[in-house]
DNA sequence: TTGAAAGCGCTAACAT
DNA sequence: ATGTTAGCGCTTTCAA
């Protein structure tokens, strides 16, 4: 059977096409007897809108495009991609994620964006993007939203947390335990993008200088710099060594996300560690293995943060100027049972 | 500055629009050279395809629906979402999730979907539904696959883990171990949509009566059937009150997934219980959380699943048939630290 | 190998 | 309040 077409419903409801057009999308100055007539007939054919049809003719796509690093599944992306979903979806828009695997997937996403007239709108998440094609963004027409960028150059909106603060709200909670020798541990694979990685790293390296450690207190062990590796125990206990290794001894680590973090302290105290009686670590994110493990961290919403991403890229979508188009969600600190005072703190 | 089509296009190229739209699809019956001049001028003028329009004339909407259960970031739907969306992407098709979060969006959906031509396709990701839907699915005219659904009725092409079988092999586990009396845990707050939490459940009645435990013997701790309340550690305290309660202790337990069974094992961990030593734990999924709590658990590979119905999908949507249309994906124990032999099984 | 022309199904002026 | 009509940007016969 072919597809039923507006006109179908036009010549079953015994009115125009545009009437049709007029009644089923709900505008006014319709008659309410028509447009009851018209659902009717609309009900009876089992008619829907074309979208493509609906799209060419009206110039809107109502489509969103949602730009995510590395893969979907991973806990932040795929909580952001919920919270930007279930606002957009709420609205009648399609979402489409475009996960970027490598650099070249966000060269050729940014090649084909300057034309682009099929989303209505793209929402990029956590990407470190270089002068050119912030220089783009900044060009296009259609309303360009950030979530978890490190700046908001080129985006027309924004929502994102505050790494720098969060992490300094850490190192003020090892500093206020009486922690001398602080450590930050980086994910020790790494995927292609990392720019909420790097956000961490900086904020942690301003904030221990913030706070009065001395450089040679402060030990930062960066990620192995090779992508596609197992990220097996293995790895941990090479990141052990090195804690082992150090002049001094650090007490308080901070790791880049609780995935990490659960699996160093398991292996530290694997290897005869006392958490939180000798050393102390805090995680990020208050994922469920935060939860489950009972590790410190810091707590974060990406759903939230998504939601008000999307309700941002409506309003800009709507032509309308938001409020606060960029704006910064809270984060905060969750003590569980990996963190406790130095031991040498008393003495 | 206005959209560029593909006039202008054929414009800057001095060639007509069926030549710009056969030479940028790379069809055959355009001169290598005539290709190149176009490829330069859409190059020149940053040209890329209206996808509307695309498909309003060639009837190809190069979507694909993914009906998804509850919410997209839960461990399954995001993994299984990312195989699906890693082999669709990839041959252009935009990835539409469609979460429903309650019955009537399912009824909603399925309403509007029979006269659809909005998708080349649609995925449905673990839905028990009614008989309704299923002839609303074996009468549509785009291909409708199957991912994780109890029965393969109503779908042109599947792929899905065996419950039954997976479940069988913990519970045999367990029998080998010595253990006489089990125990399955529901997950404590339910989801509207539960399709293979039933199937789970249905599996682990089956297989203990086909292992020879007698009803007596297995203890099913249903979840509460209420929605929406925070699954807090609380419910667990109150599973395991009637683990104890139960006229005979089970020491085996099968959990419906991962993230239950590592916090009951916390639970009755805190209340004193040995574990592996008294009571073994078997979870489901080998997720993240399995793998730093140490749980023996079943593994299954939710994105190779994604994959495999999506590359069904797309040799549907090609018009063949898949040699393979109805798939089987296998699952495998992995055994880690909460699992032993019963204690009694040495007297 | 290329071009001309007729739609695809809908929206949005503009009339009435 | 409703109808008429001209596209939206592309694909696809059909001719040349």
């Not at 790494?163 to 541990?185: C, K, Q």
Request: aromatic share 6%; with cysteine.
């Amino acid at each position: 059977m072919a597809r039923t077409t507006i006109s179908n419903v036009a010549e079953e409801a015994g009115v125009s096409v545009s009437t049709v057009s007029r009644a089923l999308r709900g505008l006014d100055k319709v008659n309410p007897d028509t447009r009851k007539r018209v659902e009717a007939a609309a009900e009876r054919l089992n008619f829907s809108f074309s979208k493509s049809a609906s799209s060419l003719a009206s110039g809107k796509t109502m489509k969103v495009a949602v730009l995510l690093p590395n893969e979907i599944s991973s806990w932040f992306n795929s909580h952001a991609f919920e919270g930007i979903y279930e606002v957009l979806s709420k609205q009648g828009y399609d979402v489409i994620p475009n996960v970027m695997w490598e650099q070249r997937d966000l060269d050729r996403f940014f090649k084909a964006l300057p034309n682009n007239q099929n989303v209505d709108a793209v929402i990029v998440v956590s990407f470190d993007l270089d002068d050119d094609k912030k220089r783009i963004l900044s060009e296009l027409t259609v309303p360009v939203i950030g979530l978890n960028n490190p700046s908001d150059e080129g985006f027309d909106a924004s929502a994102r947390i505050d790494d720098f603060a969060a992490m300094r709200s850490a190192v003020r909670l090892l500093h206020s335990l009486g922690h001398r020798n602080l450590a930050y541990i980086e994910q020790p694979v790494t995927s292609p993008f990392t720019c909420s990685a790097e956000a961490r790293v900086n904020g942690f390296r301003a904030a221990v200088r913030e706070v009065g450690y001395r450089d040679e207190d402060v030990l930062v062990i960066p990620s192995v710099k090779r992508s596609g590796v197992p990220g097996g125990q293995e790895e941990y206990s090479g990141i052990a060594a090195q804690l082992l290794s150090a002049p001094v001894r650090p007490t308080g680590i901070c790791v880049e996300h609780d995935g990490c973090a659960a699996a160093l302290v398991k292996e530290l105290r694997r290897l005869g560690w006392d958490i939180p009686g000798e050393v102390s670590v805090i995680g990020f994110d208050d994922s469920d293995i935060a939860d489950i493990t009972g590790l410190t961290t810091i707590h974060q919403d990406p759903v939230e943060t998504g939601r008000q991403a999307a309700m941002r890229a409506l309003s800009l979508m709507r032509g309308e100027c938001p409020e606060t188009p960029y704006g910064v969600m809270p984060t905060s600190m969750v003590l569980r049972d990996t963190t406790g005072p130095a031991a040498e703190s008393e003495a």
